[in-house]
């Protein structure tokens, strides 16, 4: 019968010495015999074959417990990116609804004419009018300044802003902001945007109708 000295055997292991021995003693590995003369360790073909098949069991659990580990790298990484995520998505949509209602303030005064933004929290919608003629109570869409069409916001279905939604509108409890020809509001107020347990608040001004977002 062939014995092994504990380097052979590591080199049929595939692993160091000092991780032999240290398998050893942690009882991964079973004891080695001694020679009963100088105490040297000594291994027989059919230890290193054990030896062997509990290494194929081990890299077996030691790559579950990796992927374990780098499913779970991922996922901090992953979680606080999707939080930014979020947050700066609400916070692109409370900056298009105050561009938007300053855009339709500054129409009232270059035209003299009354315009308001209708809200509709049920919906998530709202849209931008004004007065045309001027003292008809006859109401038209606004036109977006860059693509033309209706100046009107779906958080429903727009691509850029879908999920956001429309918590608080109120303008002295009404859901309809009012500028007259001079720029002036009817009455001030804010909306309340939210999207994944954050929120944003868009407050108009009584009397100037300065917009701010908190």
């Known amino acids: ?108 005064v270059s035209r003299h004419t009354s315009t308001r933004v209708i809200f509709s929290s049920g919906n998530e919608t709202y849209a931008a009018y004004e007065e045309y003629p001027q003292g008809n109570n006859t109401w038209q869409y606004l036109r977006d300044p860059f693509t033309q069409a209706p100046l009107v916001m779906d958080y429903r279905n727009d691509p850029q802003y879908r999920g956001v939604n429309i918590s ?15 720029g002036a509001v009817s009455a001030g107020g804010y909306v309340n945007l939210s999207y994944q347990d954050n929120g944003k608040t868009v407050i108009v001004s009584p009397n100037t109708g300065k917009v701010r977002v908190q």
């Open 1 to 108: 019968m062939k014995i092994y000295r504990p380097a052979q055997v590591a080199g049929k292991l595939g692993i160091s010495k000092q991780t032999l021995l240290r398998y050893e003693k942690q009882g991964i590995f079973p004891r080695s015999r001694r020679n009963h003369i100088n105490s040297w360790r000594e291994y027989t073909g059919e230890d290193v074959k054990k030896m062997r098949d509990v290494l194929s069991r081990g890299f077996t659990i030691i790559e579950a417990v990796m992927i374990i580990v780098i499913v779970a790298i991922m996922a901090l990484v992953a979680v606080p990116r999707i939080a930014s995520f979020h947050v700066v998505k609400l916070a692109g949509a409370a900056k298009k609804l105050s561009t938007d209602i300053q855009y339709v303030q500054q129409i009232a």
């Open 168 to 182: 608080v509108v109120n303008f002295n409890s009404s859901s309809i902001l009012v500028f007259d020809w001079l």
